[in-house]
Nanobody, 117 residues
Framework: QVQLVESGGGLVQAGGSLRLSCAASGSIFGTNVMGWYRQAPGNVRELIGS???????TYADSVKGRFTISRDNAKNTMYLQMNSLKPEDTALYIC???????????WGQGTQVTVSP
């Protein structure tokens, strides 16, 4: 069983920065992909970026150039550095891990990010 716990959310003014963390407990050894999603009220859950266990990253166009995903495999932790935040970035940010070998995925509970104008 894998548990994911996000932290680092909060209230920030437009133009500001936040760094989110996603700590995984349990076994995520082997090939895996960790991802950050976000969901605003009334909206569908949106994938904003992902990182493989080898460190390859992808980003949604809406955050490209502003957000950076990284991970520390020794700590089983993924990070989301968010810069130049906009009010439209306001959402619940949720992390996910997909374990390739067992084709299983797990979700965290999310951390709220609110960007004021």
């Amino acid at each position: 069983q894998v548990q994911l716990v996000e932290s680092g959310g909060g209230l920030v003014q437009a133009g500001g920065s936040l760094r989110l963390s996603c700590a995984a407990s349990g076994s995520i050894f082997g090939t895996n992909v960790m991802g950050w999603y976000r969901q605003a009220p009334g909206n569908v859950r949106e994938l904003i970026g992902s990182i493989t266990s080898d460190g390859l990253t992808t980003y949604a166009d809406s955050v490209k150039g502003r957000f950076t995903i990284s991970r520390d495999n020794a700590k089983n932790t993924m990070y989301l550095q968010m810069n130049s935040l906009k009010p439209e970035d306001t959402a619940l940010y949720i992390c996910n891990v997909f374990l390739v070998v067992v084709t299983r995925q797990y979700w965290g509970q999310g951390t709220q990010v609110t960007v004021s104008p």
